[in-house]
Nanobody
């Protein structure tokens, strides 16, 4: 199982970015895939998770209404569209297999991180 995250960068507050998580060596639609982030000095936070089929979604309260997680099974890729970015969204973002039970949690497989920096 391999997950490859990409799409991070530097953006101004209020801007947008789209992160991608491409899977290899397994069919993505068999797993729930999500995004987690960790800012310097802070604990890791679950951001969003999308299940295999049906594609149910769950979000952290801090990103609801601003972030959208989606999947393209044909491309074996999960996306995180991040709109109206805030300074507090600055972190390293990781894609990983995930679960949800009142909160988002990782379930074992991780991709490498991609840096998102929101700064004016």
């Amino acid at each position: 199982v391999q997950l490859q995250a990409s799409g991070g960068g530097l953006v101004q507050p209020g801007g947008s970015l789209r992160l991608s998580c491409a899977a290899s060596r397994f069919a993505l639609d068999y797993y729930a895939i999500g995004w987690f982030r960790q800012a310097p000095g802070k604990e890791r936070e679950g951001v969003a998770c999308i299940s295999g089929s049906p594609a149910n979604t769950n979000y952290a309260d801090s990103v609801k209404g601003r972030f959208t997680i989606s999947r393209d099974n044909a491309k074996n890729t999960v996306y995180l569209q991040m709109n109206n970015l805030e300074l507090e969204d600055t972190a390293v973002y990781y894609c990983a297999t995930c679960g949800y039970s009142s909160t988002l949690y990782p379930t074992g497989y991780w991709g490498q991180g991609t840096q998102v920096t929101v700064s004016s």
